[in-house]
């Protein structure tokens, strides 16, 4: 994290967040002040990230301590009738036990990918920008795109093979954000719908573009 507003800042680690390839970081709040970061991981075949501090970020600064250095990261899995769950990647939780390669939770997050296979998470089609819609708190994220996703590889949150359009899910948490169930969709199917290549073919008329990246409201 660096400071913007100040040129002689030493840029500082939030090791907490996991270790990936952090293509963004969606930072918004829950109703009692906690922060939330919703990230993606930008490479095919990687995951969803969701980090909630311990407390209240105003709390936190007044102890002098960053609200991104001390909380819980989960990662998504996303089930075919619709719902999804955050796994907590906690040392200790959903096999990331010392006999898994994960003494500490300096482990956990410094392999973050790692843990995320071993918990579960459905690998996604390159996770990229995360968007919080300010009114109704649906999150949206690009699915770039992954040619190397093979008919037998498909699931229903990454629908298409060779998928070279891309695709965008949305999803709403249950209840505040920092809830651990959610219910998703897929918002749009990238691509031109006249084409009639399953790689390539859109869901939606008239939305002929592909590769998503940059998302913001």
Not at 75 to 90: H, I, K, P
């Amino acid at each position: 994290e660096i400071d913007p507003y100040d040129p002689r800042s030493t840029p500082k680690k939030r090791t907490a967040l996991g270790r990936f390839k952090h293509e963004n970081a969606e930072v918004t709040t829950t109703c009692d002040g906690r922060a939330v970061v919703y990230m993606g991981d930008d490479e095919r075949f990687e995951y969803i990230y969701k980090f909630v501090s311990r407390e209240p970020w105003r709390r936190a600064l007044r102890r002098g301590k960053s609200p991104l250095d001390e909380g819980t990261l989960y990662v998504a899995r996303f089930e075919a009738d619709g719902t999804g769950r955050w796994l907590e990647l906690t040392q200790g939780k959903n096999g990331l036990t010392a006999e898994a390669g994960f003494p500490s939770q300096a482990e956990v997050v410094i392999n973050a990918r790692r843990a995320a296979d071993i918990a579960g998470a459905t690998k996604m089609d390159r996770p990229e920008w995360v968007a919080v819609h300010p009114d109704t708190k649906d999150v949206y994220i690009t699915l770039t795109n992954n040619s190397r996703r093979t008919p037998e590889a498909v699931d229903a949150a990454n629908p298409r093979p060779n998928n070279l359009m891309g695709h965008i899910v949305r999803w709403s948490e249950n209840g505040d954000l920092d809830a651990r169930a959610f219910r998703w969709d897929v918002f749009v199917l990238c691509g031109d719908p006249a084409n009639a290549a399953a790689s390539s073919q859109g869901n939606i008329a008239g939305d002929i573009f592909g590769s998503p990246d940059g998302l913001g409201f």
